[in-house]
């Protein structure tokens, strides 16, 4: 099993910027796939940046530029460094780890929400 818990998130004003932190423990090893996904009111969780197999990002087109993704192995934690925030921006962020250990299971945090205002 692995846990998840996001912080960071909070109210800021547009062009502002906001960083989340997403810290994994339990059983952490073989996690392939570490990222981050985001839920407005009445729209489908999409993706933002995720680190994938491999050691690449990706990321969504309309954050590439404004938010960068980084981690530390050391602690197991993810980084999601959001800046130039639009009120367009704001949901509810979520942490996603993908492990494989013969299948695959995802596990998501309990999300954090960001709120942009104009």
């Known amino acids: 099993q692995v846990q998840l818990v996001e912080s960071g998130g909070g109210l800021v004003q547009a062009g502002g910027s906001l960083r989340l932190s997403c810290a994994a423990s339990g059983t952490t090893y073989k996690i392939e796939r570490m990222g981050w996904y985001r839920q407005a009111p009445g729209k489908q969780r999409e993706l933002v940046a995720a680190?994938?197999?491999?050691?690449?990002?990706s990321y969504a087109g309309s954050m590439k530029g404004r938010f960068t993704i980084s981690r530390d192995n050391q602690k197991n934690t993810v980084y999601l460094q959001m800046n130039g925030l639009k009120p367009e921006d704001t949901a509810v962020y979520y942490c996603n780890a993908q492990q494989y250990n013969g299948t695959w299971k995802s596990y998501w945090g309990q999300g954090t929400q960001v709120t942009v205002s104009s």
């Open positions: 680190f994938i197999p491999g050691g690449g990002t």
